[in-house]
């Protein structure tokens, strides 16, 4: 007993009342607050239902909302792009546009292609071919093959692996007989010309009624003429009047010279009267003029020559498209020639051409009036009398005015004068007729 501790106390020193105060100790011990959340990061999560099914909230921090800004600008930046590229394809030269069609076109068509023939159309898409070297096959047709231009016995393309229809094999048209076509109609019109009243009349009824109005004929029950030749003195008018015909149709008009017609090599003078023909055709209604037609057809003789034999081809072929088996439809031919003498017999016969229309050298009125046409745009002096002129003895042809009405005002230009004097026709005339006498070539006014 005394070495142990006194009955009254505990173990700890105090009384045994003393141990309810050391459990509220305990239990009220010093617990340091929760931490504040901190901006931009997420509250630790709490456990139970409510805290799973409840969001997170979070703050944004200022990085990020620069990074959102910056993300924003960005984009910006590209829709500004796709505009500038869609723009840019919007507004790409039609040139280049058909280009890149072009090579797109060329790439599904590949390269080498085979060239076969088309036996039977299926329907829109599918056709049997053949080729040279095989049998028949049952291929599709592309998209971009024009199928309006596919009859059965054409010439196409083939894709060289799966033999499908990739092009049309089209005729070629000869370059000479593209640039003998009249884009543009000529300035010239019927009013231009002084008098040739009867002969405008003519290849009226000739050649321009029968291709606005072939119902007249068929109404009177007969066929309108197939062809005229328009023969004279050189400068006479033939073609100017040709020009005028071209200038009032609206039908296509194809030039040729007589010498365009002779070719060097052999055979090349037929083929070129045939696609000259060929081509009238296809662009129906349309007018021939061949001027100086005596090149390739003066009256045959026993040739010694190859030059001559094939000009005499080149005009058996002419004579076959003017009267041959196929019929020319809406296809008017205009010959004119100085030398109707020394044309070819079956060239004039009725059936070729049927009306020969001659240009006399101008009387007192059509020199009258060619004057008054030359004249109406030049500033004339007050002593000038065309009267003068037009009583001459002297045979002047159209051209021959011309040529005296310019010489005329290019003297009064070379003395700086602004009005054209009764001496400047004088001198003109003077001029130009010893150079007709002469046999001078009049250079300025062929």
Same mark, same amino acid.
């Given at each position: 007993?005394?070495?142990?501790?006194?009955?009254?106390?505990?173990k700890?020193?105090?009384l045994?009342?003393d141990?309810?105060?050391?459990?509220?100790?305990?239990?009220?011990k010093?617990?340091?607050?929760?931490?504040?959340?901190r901006?931009?990061r997420?509250q630790?999560?709490?456990?139970g239902?409510?805290a799973a099914?409840?969001l997170?909230v979070?703050?944004?921090l200022?990085?990020c909302?620069?990074?959102?800004?910056?993300?924003?600008?960005?984009?910006?930046?590209?829709?500004?792009?796709?505009e500038?590229v869609?723009?840019q394809?919007?507004?790409?030269p039609?040139?280049?546009?058909n280009?890149?069609?072009?090579?797109?076109?060329d790439?599904?068509?590949?390269s080498?292609?085979?060239?076969?023939?088309?036996e039977?159309?299926i329907?829109?898409?599918h056709?049997?071919?053949?080729?040279?070297?095989?049998?028949?096959?049952? *291929?599709?047709? @592309?998209?971009? +093959?024009?199928? =309006?231009?596919l009859?059965?016995?054409?010439a /196409?393309l083939?894709?060289?692996? &799966?033999?499908?229809?990739?092009g049309?094999?089209?005729?070629?048209?000869?370059p000479?007989v593209s640039?003998?076509?009249?884009?543009k109609?000529?300035?010239?019109?019927y009013?231009?010309i002084g008098?040739?009243?009867?002969?405008?009349?003519?290849?009226k009824?000739a050649?321009?009624?029968?291709l606005?109005?072939?119902?007249?004929?068929?109404d009177i029950?007969i066929?309108?003429?197939?062809?005229v030749?328009?023969?004279g003195?050189?400068g006479?008018?033939?073609?100017l009047?040709?020009?005028a015909?071209a200038?009032?149709?609206?039908a296509?008009?194809?030039?040729?010279?007589?010498s365009?017609?002779?070719?060097?090599?052999?055979?090349?003078?037929p083929?070129l *009267?045939?696609? @000259?023909?060929? +081509?009238?055709? =296809?662009?129906s209604?349309?007018?021939?003029f /061949?001027?100086?037609?005596d090149? &390739?057809?003066?009256k045959?003789y026993?040739?010694?020559?190859?030059?001559?034999r094939?000009?005499q081809?080149t005009?058996?072929?002419?004579?076959?498209?003017l009267?041959g088996?196929?019929?020319?439809?809406?296809?008017k031919?205009?010959?004119a020639?100085?030398?109707?003498e020394?044309?070819?017999?079956?060239?004039?016969?009725?059936g070729?051409?049927d009306?020969?229309i001659?240009?006399?050298?101008p009387?007192?009125?059509?020199?009258?009036?060619?004057?008054?046409?030359h004249t109406?745009?030049?500033?004339?002096?007050?002593?000038?009398?065309l009267?003068?002129f037009?009583?001459?003895k002297d045979?002047f042809?159209?051209?021959?005015?011309?040529?005296i009405?310019t010489?005329a005002? @290019?003297?009064?230009?070379?003395?700086?004068?602004m009005?054209?004097?009764?001496i400047d026709?004088?001198?003109?005339?003077?001029?130009?007729m010893?150079?007709k006498?002469?046999g001078v070539?009049?250079?300025?006014y062929m």
């Amino acid at each position: 007993m005394g070495q142990g501790t006194p009955g009254g106390l505990n173990k700890q020193g105090g009384l045994p009342g003393d141990r309810k105060n050391d459990g509220d100790k305990k239990e009220k011990k010093f617990e340091p607050a929760a931490p504040p959340s901190r901006v931009g990061r997420k509250q630790r999560k709490q456990k139970g239902p409510e805290a799973a099914a409840r969001l997170p909230v979070v703050t944004p921090l200022t990085k990020c909302k620069l990074r959102l800004l910056k993300l924003e600008r960005i984009k910006d930046y590209l829709l500004m792009e796709e505009e500038f590229v869609s723009n840019q394809e919007r507004l790409k030269p039609q040139e280049d546009k058909n280009e890149e069609d072009r090579s797109k076109v060329d790439d599904l068509r590949g390269s080498p292609m085979s060239v076969g023939n088309l036996e039977e159309l299926i329907d829109e898409n599918h056709a049997i071919v053949s080729s040279s070297v095989g049998p028949e096959y049952y *291929v599709g047709i @592309l998209s971009f +093959v024009d199928k =309006d231009q596919l009859e059965p016995g054409c010439a /196409i393309l083939m894709h060289n692996k &799966v033999l499908s229809v990739v092009g049309l094999l089209q005729d070629e048209v000869d370059p000479m007989v593209s640039v003998m076509k009249v884009e543009k109609a000529p300035l010239e019109s019927y009013a231009d010309i002084g008098g040739l009243d009867a002969q405008i009349q003519e290849i009226k009824e000739a050649v321009e009624l029968p291709l606005t109005h072939p119902e007249l004929y068929e109404d009177i029950g007969i066929k309108p003429p197939k062809g005229v030749i328009l023969y004279g003195e050189p400068g006479t008018g033939k073609t100017l009047l040709a020009k005028a015909v071209a200038n009032s149709t609206s039908a296509t008009f194809l030039r040729v010279v007589g010498s365009e017609l002779i070719q060097k090599y052999l055979g090349d003078g037929p083929k070129l *009267v045939r696609e @000259l023909f060929r +081509v009238a055709d =296809d662009l129906s209604p349309s007018i021939v003029f /061949i001027d100086e037609i005596d090149a &390739v057809g003066t009256k045959r003789y026993d040739a010694h020559s190859g030059g001559e034999r094939e000009i005499q081809r080149t005009m058996l072929e002419l004579l076959n498209q003017l009267d041959g088996f196929d019929s020319r439809g809406d296809v008017k031919v205009i010959l004119a020639t100085n030398r109707i003498e020394s044309l070819d017999p079956a060239l004039l016969r009725p059936g070729r051409i049927d009306r020969k229309i001659e240009f006399p050298l101008p009387d007192i009125k059509t020199r009258r009036r060619i004057f008054q046409i030359h004249t109406s745009r030049m500033t004339l002096a007050d002593d000038v009398n065309l009267e003068e002129f037009v009583m001459t003895k002297d045979e002047f042809s159209g051209a021959d005015i011309k040529a005296i009405c310019t010489e005329a005002g @290019l003297l009064a230009l070379r003395e700086r004068r602004m009005k054209v004097t009764h001496i400047d026709f004088k001198k003109a005339k003077e001029k130009v007729m010893f150079k007709k006498k002469e046999g001078v070539p009049e250079g300025l006014y062929m």
